[in-house]
């Protein structure tokens, strides 16, 4: 390819594809001024071109059909298995124990654990939410062994929430290391690509009422049930995140003993 | 998602130009291209592709399309191709609209590999780099695929070469 007195293939066709570097390129329009043949298959070559333009070209500016929509096919999939998937992959965070009604009681300030709790929550919010490539370590459509996993791990059974009533599907979850302990990581993700992650470490606390604070641009709600303590942690106006975090909490108490 | 969405929408035309010269045929063409999108939809709820959208685009579509093929061999079924996969505005003459029909045909006959690789740089307009990285080879090989399409389609259409037969 480099040899200057004579042109391969791999030159001719790079240089009709536009590929070749300026200097090589005047190299190779030299040579070819005497080269006939060589000027005969380009110019057949970009012929070829020139027909498969006329042939296909035009398909590109057709209109599209409704069917290869790529917002249909995705509201299809969200109203289709998408959705039982995440049914089926299991739902609510519970406690083998049920856990008692607290909603109601009101919302107070947080105290100095509780401050250490939901800084850890933020912290894991902030790091993994931008993450592309690998924002969970198991992904939602594996429900079911993310529920177990985190289980074992947290020594407390799970149940994952179902948040797709509210609009958020499971992303999926991580274990991190916590204060003393272990911690669950679950994001959820609206369909406009907001994410939400619910942090839950084991708790032998009280249950507690939600808390609600903000900082950063970041609203973070927690509580502890009977044996987990929860942070609920997301850039939304904070009515929106507490609504969230009623429906982590209301899908306890329908969830089944497991 | 709708970010996501928006951004492969704009990619739907180039996809349906290449599915339709890949296959020859209008339905299978866009059938491939719903496949790829649904398939590129289900990843994207979890693993976002990093880099740009077509090569990735166009390489699910690629394996999906030599899956199918694959499947084909194995039940074959009657198949049409569109002997001229559309109708001018301005009818050409019989001997421009035989070119196209001819060289229709012969991009047909090609290897699936070197269809694959001509289609990428010659009608998509990729670079080298950008069509290689979509069928996972080397460049050299895809200038070898390239060069050895362009001659095999000259020899075809023209019958300066090989005949027919002996190209697959």
Known sequence: MNDRNTISEADLNAYVDGELAPARRAAVEALLADSPRDRERIAAWREQGATLAALYGHVADEAMPARLSPHRLAAERRGGFGRLAVAAAAVALVLAGGAGGWIGRGLVAPDAAETTLIGEAEAAHVLYTPEVLHPVEVSGAEGAHLAKWLSRRLDRTLIIPDLAPEGFSLVGGRLLPAAGSAAALLMYESDDGARITLYVVPSAGEETAMRVSSADGLTAVSWHAETLGCVLVGALPRETLLRLAKASYGSLDQAPDI | ?168
């Open chain 2, 1 to 168: 998602m709708p970010g996501f969405l928006d951004d492969i929408e704009t990619l739907v035309p180039a996809l349906r130009r290449y599915a339709r010269a890949l296959t020859g045929n209008a339905d299978r063409a866009d059938d491939l291209v719903q496949d790829c999108l649904e398939r590129a939809i289900a990843k994207q709820s979890l693993w976002r592709p990093i880099g740009p959208l077509r090569p990735w685009l166009f390489t699910i579509m690629i394996n999906l399309h030599r899956n199918d093929r694959r499947r084909r061999r194995a039940a074959p079924e009657a198949e049409a191709l569109d002997v001229l996969p559309f109708e001018p505005a301005s009818p050409p003459s019989q001997g421009a609209r035989l070119a196209l029909a001819e060289t229709a045909a012969a991009l047909d006959r090609l290897p699936a590999e070197q269809r694959e690789a001509l289609l990428l740089v010659a009608l998509e307009g990729m670079s080298y780099a950008e069509a290689a990285g979509v069928l996972g080879v080397p460049v050299g090989t895809l200038m070898s695929r390239i060069g050895r399409a362009r001659e095999a389609l000259r020899a075809l259409v023209d019958g300066t070469g090989p005949k027919l037969r002996s190209v697959k």
